[in-house]
């Protein structure tokens, strides 16, 4: 049984041993577990807030090494950074943060940083609340700034910008003018669009991806939240550790525009609605299937669905008659 007020002090003094361990319990898919993990969440209050930043890529961007520069920028500026993976194939072996040894081996040195791998959990529901509720831990804990890494690849981005403050893109230079393969989804989701890699013989590459991804982020529509002249696009060289300085100013102009505009408080309060919502479904979901009887009996509305001897939604209401007490 974990000493949940215990865990809580320790954590909000900043003991990353304290917040390894909250993370793991939040991680827990035991019921008692999940009791002591809703107890610590409420003990470790919601005063302290970090800027929480979601950044994605497809594999070989460069995000690691991204992390690893930009992470040791903010640590030598005496600001504490937690890194959050977001990974929920974890198909990818070996890929996963600190899956080999040489990801970010600087970074998860430093006292002022802390890196937690994604758990080697599948669904994205599972991997969606695990991380917000590191993200509030991490806060708790007194870190300034939470970076959650996700691999551009499925939906995780969308749903990390659905609980971060900014969201950053980060791209390679690509070959020709035709922009690569990137979603539109995503681009609709960056505020900061980064091309790495602009040192060497990829600068003057990197500069025209840059300035083709800035043209296509110009004919976006404006969201409620852009500030004059974002989404953004720079060129970046995590290896060269050049351009980040110039990252970290536009990040910070933004969030302090969003802030002194009421677009940070407004946007936080619509993602809680929003994952009010989620978990509100899934409780409710669970709330079906925990008992065998219930769970037969949704199995018998799937198959007459399925059959065609009931619609979806005379299905969905016979479903929750079992809850309805009025
Ligand atoms: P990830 O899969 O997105 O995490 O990418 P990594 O950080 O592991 O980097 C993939 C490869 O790109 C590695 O060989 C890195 O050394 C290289 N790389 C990363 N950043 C840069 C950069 O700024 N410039 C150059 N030239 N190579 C880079």
Known sequence: MTDIPAMAQALRAGDRRALARAITLIESGKPDHRDQALALLDAVGSDRQALRIGLSGTPGVGKSTFIES???MLTAQDLRVAVLAVDPSSARSGGSILGDKTRMDHLSRDPRAFIRPSPSQTHLG???????EAIRLCEAAGFDIVLVETVGVGQSETV???MTDLFVLLLAPAGGDELQGVKRGIMEIADLVLVNKADGDLR???????ADYAGALRLMRKRAG???GFPKALTVSALDQSGLTQAWDEMQALSDWRRATGHWDTTR?????????????SEMMALLTHDAELRDR???LENDVAAGRLTPAAAARAALAPLDRR
């Open 226 to 228: 852009d500030a004059d």
């Open 70 to 72: 930009f992470g040791l």
């Open 126 to 132: 599972g991997v969606a609340r695990r991380t917000r």
């Open 204 to 210: 003057a590459q990197a500069s025209r991806t840059c």
């Open 160 to 162: 990390v910008a659905q």
């Open 269 to 281: 309060a619509a993602q809680a609605r929003h994952w009010f919502q989620q978990e509100l479904r």
């Open 298 to 300: 949704l199995t018998g």
